[in-house]
């Protein structure tokens, strides 16, 4: 399986309902619009249906979603066995997207696909996100924080920058390796700044960080 080669920390849908809980029209998708955005989301990122899949794909789409302008929240299938299956269907593709996490992070379905960083320090190789987000729940938010956590990235004018799927936080450079090199910069920085603020346990952690990730061009 291969990895993806782009990423973001945080939901890769919008928001929905979980079965049983009162429907907020306009607000989060109901259920059935939510496994949908799954098995979408999985498509976009390059999975492959069958022809027969396909035709279902659009047929569940004709009666959740015919337009691009109708209001999300309140469109449920009127088959519930059309509504099973497509629940189904959506932890297949969670399932492909699991299979396609980058190292050290995970496909989670909560109220949203989530792609969220594995936060155990024992293993072999930590990411940055998991350190940034366990300094974060003990009520730490690090100078240092987000441009250590940063992916490198080129731009489509052929310059490099250091950031993250909002944001760039750091540059122009007119090399990948000078952005990557401020990214590593801020690592050593974060390091310091954990350790400062007692979480030596964390920053203990550094030698087994993940290399700076330098992104496929757009």
């Known amino acids: ?42 498509r976009i990122l390059g999975r492959r249906l069958s022809g027969r899949e396909e035709l279902q794909v659009r047929l569940w789409q004709n009666e959740l979603r015919p337009t691009h302008t109708r209001r999300c929240g309140v469109h449920t299938l009127a088959d519930p066995d059309s509504s099973r299956l ?26 949203a696909v989530y792609l969220r960083p594995l936060t155990e320090l024992t293993a072999e190789t930590v990411t940055v996100d998991a ?21 490198v990235r080129r731009s489509s004018a052929g310059e490099w920058f250091a950031g993250d799927a909002v944001c760039n936080w750091s540059g122009p450079y007119p090399t990948a390796e000078e952005a990557a090199d401020a990214i590593r910069a801020a690592r050593v920085e974060l390091t310091n700044q954990l350790t400062q603020v007692g979480h030596s ?18």
């Open 131 to 151: 350190i940034v987000q366990l300094a974060a729940e003990r009520g730490d938010a690090l100078p240092a924080d987000r441009l250590a956590a940063s992916h």
């Open 201 to 218: 346990d964390l920053a203990a952690t550094f030698p087994r960080w993940s290399d700076v990730h330098v992104e496929p061009a757009a």
């Open 86 to 111: 497509l629940a189904e269907t959506a932890q297949e593709a969670l399932a492909w997207l699991a299979s396609r996490a980058p190292e050290g992070y995970e496909f989670t379905l909560t109220d």
């Open 1 to 42: 399986m291969t990895a993806l080669e782009r990423w973001h920390v945080g939901p890769w849908t919008t928001r929905g309902t979980l079965p049983g809980e009162p429907l907020e029209p306009g607000r989060k998708r109901t259920p059935d619009e939510l496994s949908f955005d799954v098995v979408g989301l999985a």
